[in-house]
């Protein structure tokens, strides 16, 4: 039997869980019949990059990464279109690719997935020259991602602490979308283009989407009310957010938004500011990865994801005071404007 060769690429500071566990379990549960191994760890920003392009040129087998989103995006563009496949020990906040490819949560589930060793070719995307693997887009999610990006605590609540606040008080823009069908113009609240089902935590933006078809499903999020908020929320949850008829999707292989002025974009979470004009297109089967042999079709269950999503533990009284101080303050300013426009209506009515 040929031995493989596989690196473990660890970035000690991001995602949620401890990595000391996670180099323990290595070692007691990877099959050393078939594989001989080596840690490498991060120790600056776009280090994993790096490491993983230079694993690539020593014709290691499989570069596995061991963190959040961002660690995962790093390794995973090193290896585009070379031998090397990308393997997956997800312990991020979001996890997006991992959950699409049904890559278990679990260090021991996950290194067994990596015993078993079938690799498959993927799709990929780049926005503006950047790849990315799960998802990408401008609007409120870019806008999200550059405000997360800024936080001083990471994980689940602070992202969510962030969605509801701003996201009553977030300004749609108009933007116009050419594609291979032509030319749309649409006032949105985001545009997200995905590669995989989801941004991660379970909150599926394209349901449908495909990582072997060639082709990015496209969602356009159409201005909304606080009351059709709260039914998007869900339907994020629930993979039923094409229902919604704030939502249009389709699928295209390229396409390019134009916008009225430079602003943020996102590539897997990750903000960074771009041109006016945001071009967006996949490329086929351009990455080897690890798959799980054993996944199925997901079964939703809600009370299980929410709470996955959120650790009731720690969603404080703190985070559910701004949350609330926000909602008033905006519920607040409708009442004042639907009792505007009814004044004005009644003085129309005693002139007429």
């Known amino acids: 039997m040929i031995i493989k060769k596989v690196v473990f690429i660890v970035n000690p500071i991001s995602g949620t869980k401890g990595k000391e566990a996670i180099l323990k379990q290595i070692e007691s549960s990877l099959d050393k019949n078939k594989y001989t191994y080596e840690i490498k760890k ?14 690539a040129k020593d014709g290691i087998d499989i570069v596995v990464a061991i963190g959040g989103d961002g660690t995962v995006n790093e390794v995973a563009r090193s290896l585009t279109h070379t031998n090397t496949a990308l393997g997956i ?25 990596i015993n078993k060793g079938v690799v498959e070719s993927v799709d990929y995307g780049k926005i503006n020259g950047l790849p990315f693997f799960c998802t990408c887009g401008v609007g409120f999610d870019a806008f999200i991602s550059a405000k997360f990006a800024q936080a001083g605590k990471r994980g689940p609540l602070t992202y969510l602490e962030n969605t509801l606040r701003e996201g009553v008080r977030y300004k749609p823009e108009t933007y116009e979308i050419e594609d291979e ?21 379970n909150a599926y933006i394209a349901p449908n989407a495909s990582m072997s078809d060639g082709l990015m499903d496209v969602t356009v999020m159409e201005p909304f009310n606080m009351l059709e908020a709260t039914a998007i929320a869900l339907q994020l949850f629930t993979k039923t957010i094409e229902k919604n008829s704030c939502i249009k999707s389709f699928r295209c292989k390229k396409l390019t938004i134009h ?19 945001v071009e967006v ?41 701004k ?10 300013k409708i009442l004042i404007l639907n009792r505007d426009i009814l004044r004005k209506l009644t003085k129309q009515q005693n002139k007429q």
């Open 89 to 113: 020990i997800p312990c991020g906040s979001g996890n997006g690719l991992a959950r699409h490819l049904q890559i278990s949560m679990e260090a021991k589930k996950a290194i067994d997935i």
């Open 42 to 55: 991060t120790e600056y920003a776009g280090h994993a990059a790096i490491l993983a392009e230079q694993a």
């Open 323 to 332: 949350v609330r101080s926000e909602i008033v303050r905006t519920n607040r």
């Open 181 to 201: 069908a032509g030319t749309h113009k649409y006032k949105a609240f985001l545009i997200a283009c995905a590669n995989a089902s989801q941004y991660g935590n």
């Open 281 to 321: 297109e996949m490329i086929s089967g351009g990455l080897k990865v690890v798959v799980n042999t054993e996944a199925k079709p997901m079964v939703f269950n809600f009370v299980k994801t929410f709470f996955e999503y959120v650790n009731l533990d720690a969603f404080h009284t703190e985070v559910i005071d």
């Open 259 to 277: 916008r009225s002025k430079p602003g943020v974009i996102h590539y897997d979470g990750d903000p960074v500011m771009s041109d006016a004009d």
